[in-house]
């Protein structure tokens, strides 16, 4: 089965930085992609990384090492409006999505 | 105007009833999904549609009937429910190629008492 782990609950303080840890053991890789969602909303995209390495995006960065089987989404210059859930999820060989509990963000003034 | 609509956002029944979820998107997307979200639990995908061909069923009970008519809609249809299914169901489209992403509607929040 699919196997991806990231922290439950993650406080940070505004304007700071804070770096959101995914581990995952799949079936196949094509891709790992984070997702944004806040309460009572739809997850909405935030990047998509198939390749090691780091792709940046205005304030959010993600990183991937295939070889270790870990990713990060790095939120800088933390805003309150960032206060979400944030999804992690691996394509795997077949091409389904499968996603990790989600990590909830607090950012406190 | 989200891309992905769903219809209703809220939805109570009890364990006796019959309803349907619906989901409508206007990207032009070949895939749809239905996921279901409980708290503190990740998405749990439950069918996949590609070209209105379901590609998908993830072991679900057989009280969960998904339809999809064309590649613009898809339907869940709900009988018999028990109050464990109480959850977040969500909708979703993408173009179906391997780095496309998933576009999610707002959900339905069910209820089963």
């Known amino acids: 089965g699919q196997n991806i782990d990231q922290p439950t609950e993650m406080t940070a303080t505004e ?30 995209f935030l990047s998509y990384n198939v390749l090691d390495g780091l792709e940046e995006k205005g304030r959010f960065s993600s990183f991937l090492s295939r070889s270790k089987g870990y990713s990060y989404l790095l939120l800088k210059e933390l805003q309150m409006k960032d206060s979400a859930s944030y999804l992690c999820a691996v394509r795997d060989g077949d091409y389904k999505l499968s996603f990790g509990a989600g990590t909830t963000v607090t950012v406190r003034a | 105007e989200t891309g992905v609509t769903q219809t209703p956002r809220h939805l109570v029944m009890g364990m006796t009833n019959k309803k349907s979820l619906k989901c409508e998107q206007h990207l032009g997307h070949n895939a749809m999904y239905w996921y ?47 109050p464990e299914d109480s959850a977040l169901y969500l909708c979703a489209s993408s173009q179906g190629t391997e780095n496309s992403p998933l576009h999610f509607g707002n959900g339905t929040r069910l209820t089963v008492t």
């Open chain 2, 36 to 82: 279901k979200q409980s708290a503190k639990k990740p998405l749990e995908l439950m069918f996949v549609y590609n070209f209105k061909e379901q590609t998908e069923n993830n072991s679900v009970p057989s009280r969960f009937s998904p339809e999809c008519p064309n590649s613009s809609h898809l339907f869940l249809h709900l009988h018999t429910l028990q």
């Open chain 1, 15 to 44: 304007g700071a930085i804070v770096q959101i840890n995914c581990t995952y053991q799949t079936s196949g890789f094509n891709g790992l992609f984070w997702y944004q969602q806040h309460a009572g909303e739809a997850p909405t």
